[in-house]
């Protein structure tokens, strides 16, 4: 497989590339977002590692750690040691997938950014593929449970129909034509030029809904995978991520509606035919 080689842009004080000194920059950064993982992430980082080495990018991976009480973050010091690729980023005092990756992303300088679970869930060997993706100038390339000859494990059906119902309510926020089957995933690959000037909401899980609908995306690709049984620990899913996520969905609607609103009021204030007539105290009221 070929190196990426991707232009890096700007990004705001949210998601910023600061510049790395003392090391080669990396193309491709994995974050890996963990609370309590220590049954899962050595053999996961091993497994990570070993796929990554096989395909000829420069990468580096991040475990960003919300203060695990297990042993986490002393697991992953003890790999870092050995491999320089590693990096433990521990959060103090702070909660949410999404902030947890964001962090993550705020310390790299990498041009494709990336997130999977910890939980062995999502398997490393698909992160070819998705590599592949964006190499074939794919702006965002997804691990999909929905798409063609993608499973969703063994859910049961209270979980299938919520999941079912969470992706339908999320269709008309995203834009035509490059609908994803699967904006809920967990695992996914992102071009960091496509972030732009956007401040991301740091709670919840579904940040990659966020960046379909309002990050600077023009083309997707989703893989196919099989969701995996959890190896070890207990689930994150709880009571407070169907809030945080139902919270985020509100947040998206109602910028929706204010940006069509608004692009309603210019093309109203356009066609007016007086409007160049108009006098400075009523071109403020055709403003507003």
Same mark, same amino acid.
């Given at each position: 497989?070929?190196?990426?080689?991707?232009?890096?842009?700007?990004?705001?004080?949210?998601?910023?590339?600061?510049?790395?000194?003392?090391?080669?920059?990396?193309?491709?950064?994995?974050?890996?977002?963990?609370?309590?993982?220590?049954?899962?992430?050595?053999?996961?980082?091993?497994?990570?590692?070993?796929?990554?080495?096989?395909?000829?990018?420069?990468?580096e991976?991040?475990?960003?750690?919300?203060?695990?009480?297990? $042993?986490?973050?002393?697991?992953?010091?003890?790999?870092?040691?050995?491999?320089?690729?590693?990096?433990?980023l521990?959060?103090?005092?702070?909660? $949410?997938?999404?902030?947890?990756?964001?962090?993550?992303?705020?310390?790299?300088?990498?041009?494709?950014?990336?997130?999977?679970?910890a939980?062995?869930?999502?398997?490393?060997?698909?992160?070819?593929?998705?590599?592949?993706?964006?190499?074939?100038?794919?702006?965002?390339?997804?691990?999909?449970?929905?798409?063609?000859?993608?499973?969703?494990?063994?859910?049961?059906?209270?979980r299938?129909?919520?999941?079912?119902?969470?992706?339908?309510?999320?269709?008309p926020?995203?834009?035509?034509?490059?609908?994803?089957?699967?904006?809920?995933?967990?695992?996914?690959?992102?071009?960091?030029?496509?972030?732009?000037?956007?401040?991301?909401?740091?709670? $919840?899980?579904?940040?990659?809904?966020?960046?379909?609908?309002?990050?600077?995306?023009?083309?997707?690709q989703?893989?196919?995978?099989?969701?995996?049984?959890?190896?070890?620990?207990?689930?994150?899913?709880?009571?407070?991520?169907?809030?945080?996520?139902?919270?985020?969905?509100?947040?998206?609607?109602?910028?929706?509606?204010?940006?069509?609103?608004?692009?309603?009021?210019?093309?109203?204030?356009?066609?007016?035919?007086?409007?160049?007539?108009?006098?400075?105290s009523?071109?403020?009221?055709?403003r507003?």
């Open positions: 497989m070929s190196s990426i080689a991707i232009s890096q842009s700007y990004m705001p004080d949210s998601v910023s590339a600061p510049a790395q000194k003392g090391r080669e920059r990396a193309q491709f950064a994995l974050v890996i977002p963990t609370l309590c993982e220590a049954g899962n992430i050595l053999e996961l980082l091993e497994e990570v590692r070993n796929v990554l080495d096989s395909v000829g990018v420069n990468y991976i991040l475990v960003v750690d919300d203060e695990s009480c297990d $042993g986490t973050g002393e697991l992953v010091k003890r790999v870092a040691e050995n491999d320089p690729r590693v990096r433990l521990v959060r103090r005092g702070e909660r $949410g997938l999404s902030g947890a990756i964001l962090h993550g992303w705020r310390h790299s300088d990498a041009d494709v950014l990336g997130v999977m679970d939980d062995r869930q999502h398997p490393p060997a698909l992160l070819p593929q998705l590599l592949q993706a964006i190499l074939n100038d794919r702006d965002v390339a997804i691990g999909s449970r929905y798409t063609k000859g993608g499973e969703t494990g063994q859910w049961n059906l209270l299938r129909l919520w999941s079912s119902m969470a992706v339908s309510v999320t269709l926020l995203q834009q035509r034509g490059i609908r994803a089957k699967d904006p809920m995933s967990g695992y996914f690959l992102v071009r960091r030029t496509c972030l732009g000037d956007i401040c991301f909401e740091q709670s $919840g899980f579904k940040l990659l809904l966020e960046i379909l609908v309002r990050g600077r995306i023009s083309s997707i989703e893989i196919p995978f099989a969701f995996g049984q959890r190896a070890s620990g207990t689930s994150k899913a709880n009571l407070r991520v169907a809030r945080d996520f139902a919270s985020l969905l509100l947040k998206l609607y109602a910028n929706r509606l204010q940006l069509s609103g608004l692009k309603e009021q210019t093309k109203t204030v356009r066609n007016l035919p007086e409007a160049e007539e108009a006098t400075s009523e071109r403020v009221t055709l507003r």
